[in-house]
């Protein structure tokens, strides 16, 4: 083992366990490795940088507009609403009714958004009805998962491993490739919830505040629930050292961090990312705030209102079809050959896209920076040199080479298996891009070791580093509904271990029949 390797190999684990302990955003955590390997001459800077002018990388960004655009359009409100049921429903019907909706919409656009809007619909819907929202919160996030891993742009992951998979020299992923593995992954995954979420998943979590009684004395302050974004900045500091009401005029009555409920002695409450404020606020706080990036969801009990017209909604859903459908044909042979000049794949199709949304103001043109999640690109943008690092070191090669010799004697469908494992046990500690970036390189190495069609290694690193439903930490949308649902850490691993060894068992033995060695 070189210098170089071990070099990796250390930085590698000094990342690994500053992820797991949140104490940067993972975005720096990944730059400042990144340029550790920089220094000790692991990395060129052309190297270091490529990934920020990756086409993976600028698609996802572009998509975050795309997905704010008909998040702002009032589009999807219209759908869930639609979908929920009236009257007394049963929990099977009504799952049946809006996890497999869900599951489709989320397969082209960002999971966040859906169950940011999603999530306090469907929590006012069950409340109506009377019916525990404990029972569709966490099936609301895994379903968007679920879908997001059908498509090439249902996920970041899958882009950022299309854009490896190019950048290695080998022809990227279509639209609907991954769909082989993922749609029959997304549909065991809806059955298995509609079959045993309504015993795994906890009945009704009392998500009152206990102050509800001091209202009164509040004037014209009402209830606003507010989940904490990577971007507020009082994270990891106490409810003492940050005075909210300070920064945000509004009084801070309750905190629900991993499922435990603070409404006492709150100055020694640690502020994290994910957790859900319950607030008393006037009506300006919505309002104010609702487009900030400082919280991912605001929610006080009332519908929001989109300031769109009808003809511009279904407008934002044309441009989406469009967006698809140009994307899908555009990658056939015909038209390849037709249109030799121009590659119309989603790179062109969600630029144009794009473009158009923010010159017919479908979303807010002086407001777009907003929008994206910086933290994610850096961290995809860095992914990449990371991948890169571990192969210019040998690492990688070292890795695929101990996981052949010790699964030897059982052939490709172990080392599938294997590869699978790992990465999903990173996703399900760190983040998910990260997961890929550590994941295909090995992947890359075993397939040439051995020889064979690197495609099925590479399906299994996006199906593996989004398959993330053990912990809320998982995902962010895990994090979300955690709180919105005051959910504790071990619901979700009563109702996602299983998911996860559905999904890896379905993975490792359809990929190969798929997609040959």
Same mark, same amino acid.
């Given at each position: 083992? %070189?210098?170089?390797?071990?070099?990796?190999?250390?930085?590698?684990?000094?990342?690994?366990?500053?992820?797991?302990?949140?104490?940067?955003?993972?975005?720096?955590?990944?730059?400042?490795?990144?340029?550790?390997?920089?220094?000790?001459? +692991?990395?060129?800077?052309?190297?270091?940088?490529?990934?920020? %002018?990756?086409?993976?990388?600028?698609?996802?960004?572009?998509?975050?507009?795309?997905?704010?655009?008909?998040?702002?359009?009032?589009?999807?409100?219209?759908?869930?609403?639609?979908?929920?049921? =009236?009257?007394?429903?049963?929990?099977?019907?009504?799952?049946?009714?809006?996890?497999? %909706?869900?599951?489709?919409?989320?397969?082209?656009?960002?999971?966040?958004?859906?169950?940011?809007?999603?999530?306090?619909?469907?929590?006012?819907?069950?409340?109506?009805?009377?019916?525990?929202?404990?029972?569709?919160?966490?099936?609301?996030?895994? &379903?968007?998962?679920?879908?997001?891993?059908?498509?090439?742009?249902?996920?970041?992951?899958?882009?950022?491993?299309?854009?490896?998979?190019?950048?290695?020299?080998?022809?990227?992923? %279509?639209?609907?490739?991954?769909?082989?593995?993922?749609?029959?992954? &997304? +549909?065991?995954?809806?059955?298995?919830?509609?079959?045993?979420?309504?015993?795994?998943?906890?009945?009704?979590?009392?998500?009152?505040?206990?102050?509800?009684?001091?209202?009164?004395?509040?004037?014209?302050?009402?209830?606003?629930?507010?989940?904490?974004?990577?971007?507020?900045?009082?994270?990891?500091?106490?409810?003492?050292?940050?005075?909210?009401?300070?920064?945000?005029?509004?009084?801070?009555?309750?905190?629900?961090?991993?499922?435990?409920?603070?409404?006492?002695?709150?100055? =020694?409450?640690?502020?994290?990312?994910?957790?859900?404020?319950?607030?008393?606020?006037?009506?300006?706080?919505?309002?104010?705030?609702?487009?900030?990036?400082?919280?991912?969801?605001?929610?006080?009990? #009332?519908?929001?209102? =989109?300031?769109?017209?009808?003809?511009?909604?279904?407008?934002?859903?044309?441009?989406?079809?469009?967006?698809?459908?140009?994307?899908?044909?555009?990658?056939?042979?015909?038209?390849?050959?037709?249109?030799?000049?121009?590659?119309?794949?989603?790179?062109?199709?969600?630029?144009?896209?794009?473009?158009?949304?923010?010159?017919?103001?479908?979303?807010?043109?002086?407001?777009?920076?907003?929008?994206?999640?910086?933290?994610?690109?850096?961290?995809? &943008?860095?992914?990449?040199? +990371?991948?890169?690092?571990?192969?210019?070191?040998?690492?990688?090669?070292?890795?695929?080479?101990?996981?052949?010799?010790?699964?030897?004697?059982?052939?490709?469908?172990?080392?599938?298996?294997?590869?699978?494992?790992?990465?999903?046990?990173?996703?399900?500690?760190?983040?998910?891009?990260?997961?890929?970036?550590?994941?295909?390189?090995?992947?890359?190495?075993?397939?040439?070791?051995?020889?064979?069609?690197?495609?099925?290694?590479?399906? #299994?690193?996006?199906?593996?580093?989004?398959?993330?439903?053990?912990?809320?930490?998982?995902?962010?949308?895990?994090?979300?509904?955690?709180?919105?649902?005051?959910?504790?850490?071990?619901?979700?691993?009563?109702?996602?271990?299983?998911?996860?060894?559905?999904?890896?068992?379905?993975?490792?033995?359809?990929?190969?029949?798929?997609?040959?060695?």
């Amino acid at each position: 083992m %070189s210098f170089d390797a071990y070099l990796v190999l250390f930085g590698l684990i000094a990342m690994l366990t500053v992820l797991i302990l949140d104490k940067m955003r993972p975005g720096l955590v990944l730059l400042s490795v990144v340029v550790f390997f920089l220094c000790a001459g +692991i990395l060129t800077p052309k190297e270091m940088l490529e990934g920020f %002018s990756n086409k993976g990388m600028i698609t996802v960004a572009m998509l975050f507009l795309v997905s704010e655009g008909i998040r702002q359009s009032g589009a999807l409100e219209h759908v869930i609403k639609k979908l929920l049921p =009236s009257g007394k429903p049963t929990l099977f019907n009504t799952q049946l009714r809006i996890l497999p %909706s869900i599951a489709f919409i989320s397969a082209f656009l960002n999971n966040t958004p859906v169950v940011v809007i999603f999530a306090p619909i469907i929590k006012r819907w069950a409340e109506k009805v009377r019916v525990p929202a404990t029972k569709f919160l966490i099936p609301l996030s895994y &379903a968007t998962v679920l879908g997001g891993i059908c498509t090439l742009i249902g996920t970041s992951t899958n882009l950022v491993v299309h854009g490896m998979i190019i950048d290695a020299g080998y022809e990227g992923f %279509s639209m609907f490739e991954i769909a082989w593995v993922g749609l029959p992954i &997304a +549909i065991a995954g809806i059955i298995y919830m509609l079959l045993f979420s309504n015993k795994l998943l906890p009945d009704v979590r009392d998500n009152n505040s206990d102050d509800d009684s001091d209202e009164g004395n509040l004037g014209n302050l009402h209830r606003v629930e507010a989940v904490l974004s990577s971007r507020f900045p009082g994270i990891n500091k106490t409810v003492k050292e940050f005075n909210f009401t300070r920064h945000y005029g509004a009084i801070v009555k309750e905190i629900r961090s991993g499922g435990i409920r603070y409404t006492r002695d709150l100055d =020694s409450v640690v502020f994290h990312e994910g957790d859900t404020l319950i607030l008393w606020a006037d009506d300006t706080f919505i309002p104010t705030w609702g487009d900030s990036s400082v919280f991912v969801l605001l929610a006080n009990g #009332t519908d929001r209102e =989109s300031p769109m017209s009808k003809k511009k909604r279904w407008f934002a859903l044309i441009l989406l079809f469009i967006m698809i459908v140009g994307a899908t044909i555009g990658e056939l042979p015909a038209v390849k050959e037709r249109i030799p000049g121009i590659k119309l794949d989603m790179f062109f199709f969600v630029c144009v896209t794009t473009i158009i949304m923010a010159w017919t103001k479908i979303f807010p043109p002086k407001k777009y920076t907003k929008y994206i999640s910086w933290d994610i690109l850096i961290t995809i &943008a860095c992914a990449f040199a +990371i991948s890169k690092a571990m192969e210019n070191s040998g690492l990688a090669a070292m890795a695929a080479g101990y996981i052949i010799n010790l699964s030897h004697s059982y052939g490709p469908y172990a080392l599938l298996a294997m590869l699978y494992l790992i990465v999903n046990a990173v996703t399900e500690l760190i983040t998910n891009n990260a997961a890929a970036a550590l994941g295909f390189p090995v992947a890359l190495s075993v397939a040439m070791q051995l020889g064979v069609d690197p495609t099925p290694f590479f399906i #299994t690193i996006c199906i593996a580093a989004s398959a993330a439903f053990s912990t809320p930490i998982g995902y962010q949308t895990n994090l979300i509904v955690q709180g919105v649902g005051g959910y504790k850490f071990t619901d979700f691993v009563k109702v996602g271990l299983p998911l996860n060894i559905i999904c890896f068992l379905l993975s490792v033995f359809l990929i190969p029949l798929i997609w040959k060695f």
